[in-house]
């Protein structure tokens, strides 16, 4: 199996009612571990990569290389989407050109001109050599210095204007965050996001910091246009703590405990279970078949 675009499963996803999981990677044993997931449950699976990462992993040809190296060595039949997160138009252009089969070009920092502009450009380029896109309109808050900001809902008119570039789908700012969410959390803009989903019809949307949002709100969501759900905290949390506690329990003093493949294997096995939690609260187990 070969990687492909984002735009047929999540064409799916929004035809059938259900979304689809989008997963950062951060290391190895995150692809090992989503991978595994989406094999055993059949379910579409979609692998982010932010900027940082790329940098970390050896650039966008590196991670796309692994990614399909490590699908042809486990043997993955279910659709893998290869997918740049939140990138700038350069980053989104140099994973077109390096293997990546779906961009995301995160143009909400611009003016709506100006993100426009490049968007369409960032389109033309993907769609070129079968490449799905994503954009996005009003952006996702998080924590800076240590002050919480809601994250700014998109205009839905904006939004109406973005998805007219033929966009694959979009994400819009419905006052989701990046990271935990604080206990004075507002929640999810529902109504904004009918109006989105009023204004875009059969573009599938995208819910951005998908980690820590309630499950109801989660499925709400989904009912209201949400095709594809991004997480990444909740998995880097669960591989933290695993690590802990095998580090609290003395494993590592064991024979061969010291091993990084010894060490690693909790953390992969606690990102395996939360994503495979994921998919399932999203509805896409068996999606695939």
């Not at 205009?155 to 973005?162: G, L, S, T």
């Not at 395996?272 to 509805?283: D, H, N, P, S």
């Amino acid at each position: 199996m070969k990687l492909v675009s984002a735009k047929e499963m999540l064409t799916k996803a929004k035809e059938g009612h259900y979304a689809v999981g989008h997963f950062n990677l951060n290391n190895m044993e995150s692809i090992r571990a989503f991978l595994l997931a989406a094999q055993e449950t059949r379910s579409p699976i979609i692998l982010g990569v932010s900027g940082g990462t790329a940098k970390y992993m050896g650039g966008y040809r590196t991670i796309a290389d692994t990614v399909q190296g490590f699908m042809d060595f486990l043997q993955i039949t279910v659709p893998v989407a290869l997918h740049v997160d939140h990138g700038t138009y350069e980053e989104a252009l140099d994973a077109i050109e390096n293997g990546f089969s779906s961009v995301m070009f995160d143009g909400s920092k611009y003016s709506i001109s100006e993100n426009i502009e490049k968007t369409k450009e960032v389109v033309s380029r993907a769609h070129a050599k079968g490449i799905s896109v994503e954009a996005e309109v009003g952006a996702i808050g998080g924590e800076e210095d240590g002050v919480i900001a809601m994250g700014e809902c998109a205009d839905p008119a904006e939004c109406e204007r973005i998805a007219s570039l033929g966009i694959d789908f979009l994400a819009a700012g419905i006052g989701n965050i990046h990271g935990k969410y604080p206990a004075n959390w507002k929640g999810l803009n529902f109504d904004v996001l009918a109006r989105i989903q009023e204004k875009t019809g059969a573009l599938p949307l995208v819910l951005h910091g998908g980690s820590g949002i309630p499950a109801d709100m989660v499925r709400k969501a989904i009912t209201l246009g949400v095709s594809k759900v991004n997480v990444n905290t909740e998995c880097q949390i669960a591989f933290t703590e695993a690590t802990k506690q095998y580090f609290a329990e003395g494993k590592d003093q064991l024979s061969k405990g010291f091993t990084p493949r010894a060490m690693l294997a909790p953390g992969l096995e606690a990102t395996k279970r939360v994503c495979i939690e994921k998919m399932e609260l999203f509805g896409s187990l068996g999606k695939a078949d």
